[in-house]
């Protein structure tokens, strides 16, 4: 796997600082509210659980899983639920944590179908953003890191399934997805 990546971009103890921070700063935002907290799979997998043990307040998980038509690298914008919420989240504080946005079209469609159930309020908590790419207007209200135009993999992000269980967040090689873009 080592070979594949080209450079560590963010490390396990940058990162763990980094989540230990936002996390302390949702439970400072949240105090006296009851937070669902909804996890979007796969890639969010790493971060939200770590997240979620940073927030000290009562919390409920959920899940939802989406899939992006496009090509291995490069999302479409025509988004599909392929595992819905399993919490009716009328009325309640939905804080959604996303794995990174890249042209904020997932994000952008997320946020239109979960507002449709009415919760009381919604935001976004991201651990990676691409603003460089960004082709809709997405209001990120917790970030991790900001990184520049490159493939990453690692904590929670694939590449055709593979590196998501690496401790640390890396550039992958473009010759490994070259030939697929
Ligand atoms: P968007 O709809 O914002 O363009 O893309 C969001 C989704 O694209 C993310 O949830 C993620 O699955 C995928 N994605 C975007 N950039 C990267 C990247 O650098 N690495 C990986 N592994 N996935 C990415």
Do not use: W
Request: with cysteine.
């Amino acid at each position: 796997m080592e070979r594949d990546q080209s450079k560590i971009l963010i490390s396990q103890e940058e990162l763990t600082k980094r989540v230990r921070e936002l996390g302390q700063q949702i439970t400072r935002d949240y105090a006296g509210k009851e937070l669902v907290l909804i996890g979007v799979l796969k890639g969010a997998v790493m971060f939200f659980s770590d997240l979620a043990r940073e927030i000290k307040l009562p919390i409920v998980m959920d899940f939802i899983a989406v899939s992006s038509y496009g090509d291995a690298t490069h999302s479409s914008g025509v988004v599909r639920i392929l595992k819905d919420l399993d919490e009716i989240i009328e009325g309640k504080h939905v804080l959604i944590v996303e794995d990174i946005v890249d042209t904020g079209l997932t994000l952008n469609y997320l946020v239109d179908n979960l507002k449709s159930r009415k919760p009381s309020s919604i935001k976004i908590c991201c651990f990676l953003d691409k603003p460089s790419r960004r082709m809709v207007d997405v209001k990120v209200d917790y970030k991790g890191f900001d990184i520049p135009d490159e493939f990453v993999v690692g904590y929670g992000l694939d590449y055709a399934e593979k590196y998501r269980n690496l401790p640390y967040v890396s550039i992958l090689k473009p010759e490994i997805y070259e030939n697929n873009r």
